[in-house]
């Protein structure tokens, strides 16, 4: 698995292009998991995404009000290029595959 991370993510374009859809995915999870459950959002009142860019330290970092995977989902969805967590997270809560 690792050999099949580092190959993927060794461009940082692929890296980029995989980190923006999931921040959306993680947002989209914490509204639709809101709907059933309002103490889900806890003291958040805002969902949004942040791209932070810093040239001296060379990084990219991107930041969201969302809510992360569990264990299962990533090791089901490591390693693989824009899989959208949220269609599966919206499937397995309508009880479709």
Not at 23 to 38: E, G, N, P, V, W
Not at 54 to 79: R, W
Request: aromatic share 6%.
């Amino acid at each position: 698995m690792d050999i099949i991370v580092n190959m993927l993510y060794q461009n940082e374009d692929v890296l980029l292009r995989e980190l923006i859809p999931n921040a959306s995915d993680a947002l989209d999870k914490i509204r639709f998991a809101s709907l059933a459950d309002k103490e889900t959002l806890g003291e958040t009142t805002e969902m949004d995404m942040k791209i932070f860019f810093n040239k001296d330290a060379g990084t990219i970092t991107v930041q969201d009000t969302g809510v992360g995977m569990t264990c299962e989902e990533m090791i089901t969805n490591l390693g693989t290029v824009s899989k959208s967590v949220t269609k599966s997270f919206v499937n397995a809560a309508s009880g479709e595959s």
